[in-house]
């Protein structure tokens, strides 16, 4: 994998064009170190099956085949991880959310595919199984809190007036 990340939607469109490059970027993700495991015995003796972006459990007891799908949110997707990725990186990136019928038209699925990944990406980021992220970030637009003279009268009455 290369050290460049893609710091754009069409950047990233094109970095995860091709399926040996995904595939690839999962095997760093799941496996920093380099040493792939197999998800069913736990043996380091893998080996890779370069025509279908495969990996195999060479233990002679075991022999799996498995993807690096297993194990993630993408696992029992028939969806390729170009459209994962890029779905991904529209959700992380969208100010005020997207919509399941938004997503579908950016990666070319039903709404109902796109709704499923949705609530799949969703969950991977409340449940905060994405690895964070390290190093200087820049954030921009952010709104917080809102005006005293705005809130609901109900809400109004309990808070003293202020920057409460």
């Known amino acids: 994998m290369s050290e460049t990340h893609p710091t754009s939607l069409i950047e990233a469109v094109t970095f995860f064009a091709d399926p040996q490059v995904c595939h690839e970027y999962m095997k760093s993700i799941k496996w920093p170190d380099g040493v792939v495991v197999c998800p069913k015995c736990q043996s380091e003796n893998v080996g890779q099956i370069k025509s279908r972006c495969m990996l195999q459990c060479r233990d002679k007891d075991c022999r799996k085949q498995f993807s690096t799908k297993v ?7 028939p969806l390729p991880l170009q459209k994962w990725f890029v779905a991904v990186w529209c959700i992380a990136n969208a100010k005020n959310g997207i919509s399941s019928c938004e997503l579908a038209r950016a990666i070319k699925v039903t ?4 709704w ?3 609530h799949r990406i969703r969950l991977a980021m409340q449940t905060k199984s994405f ?3 390290r190093g200087t970030i820049e954030g921009d637009e952010t709104f917080v809190g809102g005006k005293f003279s705005n809130m609901h009268k109900s ?4 808070k003293p007036k202020g920057r409460g």
């Open 116 to 118: 499923f990944m949705l």
């Open 155 to 158: 809400k109004r009455a309990k």
């Open 131 to 133: 690895k964070k992220i």
């Open 71 to 77: 194990d993630t949110i993408f696992e029992d997707s």
């Open 111 to 114: 709404q109902k595919t796109a």
